[in-house]
T-cell receptor
Framework: AQTVTQSQPEMSVQEAETVTLSCTYDTSESNYYLFWYKQPPSRQMILVIRQEAYKQQNATENRFSVNFQKAAKSFSLKISDSQLGDTAMYFCAFCLTSGTYKYIFGTGTRLKVLA | DTGVSQDPRHKITKRGQNVTFRCDPISEHNRLYWYRQTLGQGPEFLTYFQNEAQLEKSRLLSDRFSAERPKGSFSTLEIQRTEQGDSAMYLC????????????FGEGSWLTVV
């Protein structure tokens, strides 16, 4: 069975600074997707960034980038130039590329950006 | 495209009553998911449809829970004989191969059982 672990329940960062959120996962499969989702206080989950496991290049999306270490089963999210609007819960998620397409989520990291 | 929509957004019900939630996925998405989320926790998988077929159901889902997607479009999640432990946010999401298997969430339906 696949599991996703986020070991940082809460983090804070000063506006304009950089913060890294950690995620580890466990699977015996080799083909899968990894995602970071953001859930602001308004509660709707929004996709931040995704990574296909077969790609060695780390995904980037504007101020958001990931450090994907497949052998270590690690998938961290780096937020550069943090903004007040980045304040939210961040969830790491895993999904296989075949068979069942269900997503497995971590327990989340609550990020607060301080002015 | 208006995204994934869920109805009702909030529901307060008395213990023992039945409730039903509806989800309308993004129109071209053939996969539909239901998740449950409690405060401070990540979403927990409940069930998954591909078109009208329910392909997987979590062991978390007791026999009081049932979900349908009769024509492969909208879906309903019914909870019978609600219990206080059912109080949570019920999230619907959809995806397709064309979306790169990325799932898109609705705003959720809050259930409070009193």
């Amino acid at each position: 069975a696949q599991t996703v672990t986020q070991s940082q329940p809460e983090m804070s960062v000063q506006e304009a600074e950089t913060v890294t959120l950690s995620c580890t996962y466990d699977t015996s499969e080799s083909n899968y997707y990894l995602f970071w989702y953001k859930q602001p206080p308004s509660r709707q989950m929004i996709l931040v960034i995704r990574q296909e496991a077969y790609k060695q290049q780390n995904a980037t999306e504007n101020r958001f980038s990931v450090n994907f270490q497949k052998a270590a089963k690690s998938f961290s999210l780096k937020i550069s130039d943090s903004q007040l609007g980045d304040t939210a819960m961040y969830f790491c998620a895993f999904c296989l590329t075949s068979g069942t397409y269900k997503y497995i989520f971590g327990t989340g990291t609550r990020l607060k950006v301080l002015a | 495209d208006t995204g994934v929509s869920q109805d009702p957004r909030h529901k307060i019900t008395k213990r023992g009553q039945n409730v039903t939630f509806r989800c309308d996925p993004i129109s071209e998405h053939n996969r539909l998911y239901w998740y449950r989320q409690t405060l401070g926790q990540g979403p927990e998988f409940l069930t998954y449809f591909q078109n009208e077929a329910q392909l997987e159901k979590s062991r978390l889902l007791s026999d009081r829970f049932s979900a349908e997607r009769p024509k492969g479009s909208f879906s309903t999640l019914e909870i019978q004989r609600t219990e206080q432990g059912d109080s949570a946010m019920y999230l619907c999401a959809s995806s397709s191969h064309g979306s790169g298997n990325t799932i898109y969430f609705g705003e959720g339906s809050w259930l409070t059982v009193v």
